[in-house]
């Protein structure tokens, strides 16, 4: 084949390179909120409310009572690769926050333009600054505000329009929006979350007249914001599993993890939670897609072994055109947890996947069969 282009080998330019890494990380609208959402639980927030226009191509603004930003951090707050939360490499083997690459600002900074208005609880007032490809270009200027941290994204992708038509309509990236927002509602009942989308394209921020969308209270439960998000019909066929450590750690020293591999102890396991929580789908649920909301330490990840071994226990109790509905989270000691595999952090690396999936499996099977034989019962009665 002949060489197309015979060019020296050159750098890339940092503002190119900055491009092509933004768009590993923030794909579209609800990959950018994803990122924020976890910067906002990172920060210890309560209440968090998203507002979007145009399904957050227009506007995608997330507003939480957080901790805040210092002012004197703002200037590195969209520079690749500044972070508060990770120092030592060393830390990266145990990873207790969502962030630790500080580089999901920067991606969003360098595809579109950011409005940061932040307040620290202790102090006066709040800062306002402005932000384009990675750096500060106004501000801090004092400002009103509320304690905590408010992040307006506008014009997503305006200098990318390639990205930008590959996108599908504004109602359906608000779909994957909202559908963010609900999912994070379900791992985090305790935080109270709101979205909202502007449809006429007047709503100018946080005192538009829109009625959210979807919103949550603090403190409700995992249970309540299923039902709040797929309705209490689909609810009332959820069963719920919950399988302690112990599970694990008995099972765990019968499988081969080669030399390195350290037991599971419910030691280093955060605040002895049960391994797996969640609700499973019972055997009369008339649900038509597979569905698998899953949570490993709190993140919002895919599995596609996890998937598997699902279609696998349903695939006795199922017929073939009813589908699986299951929200599960996973919790294991952060150190068997492999989270810097991608950089949407999509995925995650469990070094005890067999012992999770075996688990998983196990107490699938335990609960479907405890309740059709409830069933049976019921009937029989
Ligand atoms: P990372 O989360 O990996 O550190 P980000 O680019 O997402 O990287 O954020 C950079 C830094 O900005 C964070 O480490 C945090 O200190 C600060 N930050 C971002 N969003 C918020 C927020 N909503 N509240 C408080 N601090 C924030
Ligand atoms: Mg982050």
Redesign the pocket.
């Known amino acids: 084949m002949e060489a197309k282009r015979h060019y020296h080998i050159e750098r890339l330019s940092q503002a190119v390179i900055n491009r092509i890494a933004a768009g590993e990380v923030v794909q579209r609208p609800s990959a950018a909120l994803k ?2 959402l ?3 639980i ?2 210890g ?1 309560t209440r968090i409310q998203v507002l979007c226009q145009e399904g957050g191509l227009g506007v995608l603004q ?1 507003v ?1 009572d ?4 210092f002012k004197d ?1 703002l200037p590195l ?2 520079e690749r690769f ?5 120092r030592e490499f060393e830390d990266l083997s145990n990873v207790s ?10 991606s969003i900074s360098h595809v579109s333009r950011v409005t940061v208005i ?1 307040m620290r609880h202790d102090a006066p007032h709040a800062w306002m600054s402005k932000f384009a490809e990675g750096k500060l270009v106004a501000g801090p200027s004092v400002h009103a505000g509320n304690p ?2 408010s ?1 307006r994204v506008e014009d997503m992708f305006y200098n990318a329009p390639v990205r930008k038509s590959s996108l599908g309509k504004p109602i359906e990236e608000y779909a994957r929006v909202l559908s963010v927002v609900q999912r994070y509602s379900m791992c985090f009942p305790h935080i109270a979350f709101s979205c909202r989308n502007a449809t006429d394209g007047k709503w100018n921020g946080s005192t538009g007249s829109t009625k959210a969308d979807f919103a949550t209270q603090c403190g409700s439960t995992m249970l309540f914001n299923i039902k709040a998000t797929f309705g209490s019909s689909l609810a009332s066929h959820l069963i719920r599993v919950e399988r302690k450590l112990g599970t694990i750690v008995s099972s765990a020293s019968t499988v081969g993890g080669g030399a390195d591999a350290t037991p599971v102890t419910s030691e280093s396991h955060q605040a002895s939670l049960p391994a797996i929580s969640g609700y499973i789908s019972d055997a009369t649920l008339a649900n038509k897609k597979a569905t698998l909301i899953l949570f490993v330490n709190d993140r919002l990840v895919d599995s596609s072994a996890i998937r598997r071994c699902l279609e696998q226990v349903y695939a006795s109790v199922l017929t073939n055109s009813q589908k699986f509905f299951v929200v599960l989270a996973v919790n294991l000691p952060a150190q068997r947890v492999d989270v810097n595999v991608h950089p949407t952090k999509h995925e995650v690396m469990m070094l005890d996947e067999d012992v999770v999936l075996r688990t998983i499996a196990d107490a699938a099977r335990e609960e479907l069969a405890k309740s059709a034989t409830a069933k049976q019962l019921h009937v029989g009665e």
């Open positions: 990122e924020m976890e910067n906002s990172d920060a927030a997330i939480d957080g901790c805040g930003i951090d707050l969209c500044a972070t508060s939360k990770l926050s969502f962030g630790f690459r500080g580089e999901a600002l920067a932040t905590g941290t992040i």
